[in-house]
C-alpha cells in the first residue's frame, strides 16, 4: 500500500463499549419511533433488535439495552432504518436466516413477510427512494433472488438463476448464484436526469445494474465484489480515458471492494484497473466527504485487524481493532458539524471515532 505521510489526519477513539448479545449487523439511528438523540441499533443472533442510547454530545454508550424488539423469527443477518411508512419518524426493517423481512413501525410489527418458500436467508437489504420518490426496501436471499417490497407489498422479485441477459436470451445462470452486496445508485443520464438504479454483484465475478426489477446491464468484474459504496472516490481526470467536459457527476462513482483485496472504482458503467489493494479480502467500505477537497475519505475493513483510511488511491492511516471489522457506520454523533465513525467488530465490541484530516483542497 502507497502511504501519502504528507496529508495530517488523526483518529481520536471517542468512546468503546462491549456487548452482552451477539449481533451480525449495527447502525446507527436518530428518531427512530420519536427516541430522542442517537442511537446504537444491533440485529442479534437470537433474532432480537436491541436498541442502546448514546449520550448527549456523542460521550459515550449505555451498553443496557433501552428497547429490544423480537422479530420472532430467525438470526438477523441485516437492517436498516427509514422512514418507509412516511409516519413522520424512522421505522426499522430486519432480515433474517429463515428468508422472514420483518418491519417496525413505533416499536410495534407492522408487517412480517415471508420473501423465499425455500427459508432462504436474507443476506443484505438496502432501501431506496424509486424514481418515484417512493421508499421501496429491496433485499437478497442467498439463493439469488431479489426482491422489492413495500410493507405488505410485493412491488417485483428477480430470481438470478431464471433471468436472461439484457438484450438477449442467454440465461445468467443455470444454477443457484449468491448476491454477495447491494447498493443503491444514482446516475445522471446524458439527458441530465438523474435515475436510480440498483447494483448487484453475485458470486461469479457480475454486477447487475437493475432499473425496476429489470437487469438493463450485466458488468463482468475482475474478481468477485463483497462490498460496495458511492462517493466521489477518484478525481475525474485521474481516470483513463480523460475526456475534459465529460466527466461523471460530482459523488457518481462506485468504490468496488473484492475478495483479492483489491479496490476498482466503477464510473458511468465502466470499471477502472484496481485502485488500491489491501491484499486481504474486504467486506466493507464507507465513504466519508471533506468540506475541503474534491475527493472523500474512503474507510475500508475486511480480513483483518483494522480500519484502513484511503485517499486518492493512498492509505492515509491504519486504526488498529480487536477483532475483524463487520460494520462501519457515520453520524454526527456530537453534533459539531462533522460526522464520527462507529464501527463494531467480530468480538462484540463497538467504538466511536473522530478522524480529522486537514488536507488542503485539490
Known amino acids: 500500500m ?12 471517542m468512546w468503546r463499549a462491549k ?11 436518530t428518531s427512530l419511533f420519536s427516541i430522542t438523540g442517537f442511537n446504537l441499533v444491533t440485529g442479534c443472533e437470537d433474532g432480537v433488535a436491541r436498541i442502546y442510547q448514546i449520550a448527549g454530545k456523542g460521550e459515550g454508550l449505555d451498553i443496557k439495552p433501552k428497547l429490544e424488539l ?25 432480515g433474517d436466516s429463515c428468508g422472514v423481512l420483518t418491519m417496525f413501525c413505533n416499536r410495534h410489527i ?9 427459508k432462504d ?12 420518490n417512493v421508499p421501496v426496501v429491496v433485499c437478497c436471499s442467498d439463493s439469488g433472488v431479489i426482491t422489492a417490497v413495500r410493507p405488505n407489498t410485493l412491488i417485483w422479485r428477480l430470481d438470478l438463476k431464471n433471468t436472461t441477459l439484457p438484450g438477449g436470451n442467454k440465461q445468467i445462470a443455470s444454477a443457484p448464484v449468491k448476491v454477495l452486496c447491494l447498493t443503491g445508485f444514482y446516475m445522471t443520464d446524458t ?7 440498483l447494483l448487484a454483484a453475485d458470486d461469479a465475478k457480475r454486477i447487475h445494474v437493475i432499473s425496476k426489477g429489470i437487469i438493463v446491464r450485466c458488468l463482468p468484474t475482475p474478481v468477485n465484489i463483497t462490498a460496495m459504496c458511492q462517493g466521489r472516490i477518484v478525481s475525474p481526470h485521474k481516470l483513463e480515458p480523460y475526456v475534459p467536459g465529460e466527466e461523471s457527476p460530482e459523488g457518481e462513482q462506485i468504490a468496488l471492494g473484492g475478495d483479492n483485496g483489491a479496490v476498482y472504482i466503477l464510473d458511468k458503467f465502466d ?10 479480502p474486504i467486506t466493507r467500505l464507507k465513504c466519508i466527504p471533506q468540506a475541503d477537497s474534491s475527493t472523500d475519505l474512503l474507510l475500508c475493513a475486511g480480513h483483518f485487524n483494522a480500519l484502513q483510511v484511503y485517499k486518492d488511491g493512498f492509505v492515509l492511516m491504519e486504526f488498529e481493532t480487536s477483532d475483524w471489522v463487520i460494520s462501519i457506520d457515520t453520524a454526527d454523533i456530537d ?15 463497538v467504538l466511536a471515532l473522530k478522524i480529522n484530516c486537514t488536507e488542503s483542497g485539490t
Open 2 to 13: 502507497k502511504s501519502l505521510p504528507e496529508v495530517p489526519i488523526s483518529a481520536k477513539e
Open 19 to 29: 456487548l452482552t448479545e451477539r449481533f451480525s449487523e449495527v447502525t446507527v439511528a
Open 70 to 94: 423480537e422479530t420472532k423469527s430467525g438470526p438477523i443477518q441485516c437492517l436498516a432504518v427509514h422512514d418507509i411508512t412516511r409516519c413522520y419518524n424512522s421505522d426499522l426493517i430486519v
Open 110 to 118: 407492522l408487517s412480517r413477510q415471508s420473501l423465499s418458500a425455500e
Open 121 to 132: 436467508s436474507i443476506i443484505c437489504l438496502t432501501v431506496i427512494q424509486d424514481n418515484d
Open 191 to 197: 439527458c441530465g436526469n438523474r435515475r436510480l438504479y
Open 271 to 280: 470499471i477502472t484497473d484496481e485502485y488500491i489493494n489491501t491484499q486481504t
Open 335 to 349: 453534533e459539531d458539524g462533522t460526522e464520527e465513525v462507529i464501527i463494531s467488530c467480530m468480538d462484540n465490541s
